[in-house]
């Protein structure tokens, strides 16, 4: 039997209609997940190489700064009583 080698995929992580608490929570979780993976691969860039991981550190604020606005339409969501409508595809591809 061959085996097919797919190059490219696409597949959605995170599809549907939440309250504006479970919004912030999985939004939250997911956002701190990133940032404590940039966090870590810094840290590890200061012990091995003695200098801090550059694109980590830039993408800890992009991060935050994302973090920040989406928090800010979830807390209008909230005031509002309303809900929010969450889709998340990834795309992997050999590179």
């Not at 061959?2 to 929570?25: H, T």
Request: aromatic share 6%.
């Amino acid at each position: 039997m061959e085996q097919v080698l797919i190059n490219k995929q696409e597949k959605d992580l995170l599809r549907g209609e939440y309250s504006a608490e479970e919004a912030k929570e999985i939004i939250s979780n997911f956002i701190t997940q990133k940032i404590n993976f940039h966090n870590m691969r810094n840290f590890r860039s200061q012990v091995r190489y003695e200098k801090p991981d550059e694109n980590s550190l830039k993408r800890i604020e992009e991060l935050k700064e994302s973090r920040k606005s989406i928090m800010e339409l979830i807390n209008t969501a909230k005031e509002e009583g309303k809900m929010l409508k969450i889709d998340s595809t990834i795309t992997i591809e050999l590179i």
